[in-house]
């Protein structure tokens, strides 16, 4: 068991309006960041527990935000003047026995900008930060079977969140469930393994703009199928 303390800086920048043809400049950003955490084993060292409680500010954090309905590739960077952010994870993992594990993660953020003003979109002191999701849940497991061969899943949840910055009202993004499953072979240290990710094709959005022109939306990514190879040297 232990405690942190870190400090963090972003450097600012600039980019071209589009409107003007003008460069515009955004301030550096600062986060102080604090943590408590804790790493322990049990039951002979079969089960491990990773857990961590943390407090984050922020200051002139620098946010992204799409203004124009007419134009998706558009961005602008702007500063808020304060924010913070804190959470808890826990991570347990369990061999049950010389064959079989299974691993889990719980995760929670509670996000919230305590001062920031924008031009076009008035006053979001309250408000979370976009595409930071409450909840996060994930669990897996593997089993090794005897002549070598292997299988194994694991499935992830994330709750709804605020879509990146659009025009306002700001569209939240729906919850999501995906699963991923791999089988493969491994002898002495080499290992080959067939994987599918988001094993059951869920269609799903990162980032929607319903009051563009047209209505402007980025999707997931969809089923993906490979095969891997990792040797030990």
């Known amino acids: 068991m232990g405690a942190t303390y870190s400090e963090g800086f972003r450097t600012g920048g600039f980019y071209v309006n589009y409107n003007t043809g003008r460069a515009a400049y955004y301030g550096p950003e600062t986060a102080q960041n604090h943590e408590l955490y804790y790493k ?3 039951l ?3 089960l491990t527990l990773n857990a961590n409680l943390f407090f984050t500010t922020y200051k ?6 799409r203004p124009d ?3 998706q590739s558009y961005r602008e960077t702007s500063n808020a003047a304060s924010s913070r952010a804190w959470g808890f994870e826990i991570e347990p993992a369990f061999q ?3 064959r079989f594990s299974v691993s889990a993660s719980l995760g929670y953020l509670h996000t919230r900008f305590k001062e920031f003003n924008h031009a076009s979109y008035g006053d979001l002191s309250g408000q979370p930060f976009p595409e930071a999701p409450k909840w996060t849940l994930g669990f897996g497991g593997r089993y090794q079977l005897r002549n070598g061969f292997f299988v194994g899943g694991d ?3 994330m709750a709804g969140y605020v879509g990146r910055f659009g025009i306002a009202p700001q569209d939240p993004i729906d919850s999501r469930f995906i699963a991923n499953a791999h089988v493969g072979y491994r002898h002495d ?8 990710e988001n094993l059951f094709d869920e269609r799903y959005n990162t980032f929607i703009d319903r009051d563009a022109t047209p209505i402007y939306a980025q999707m ?3 089923r993906s199928v490979g095969v891997n190879l990792r040797v030990k040297f």
Not at 60 to 65: A, G, L, N, V
Not at 189 to 196: C, P
């Open 40 to 42: 322990g084993r049990f």
């Open 44 to 46: 002979d060292e079969r």
């Open 60 to 65: 002139d954090q620098q946010i992204e935000i």
């Open 69 to 71: 309905p007419n134009n």
């Open 96 to 98: 049950v026995n010389r």
């Open 155 to 157: 499935a992830k949840y």
């Open 189 to 196: 240290n080499w290992e080959l393994s067939l994987f599918a």
């Open 220 to 222: 997931g990514p969809r």
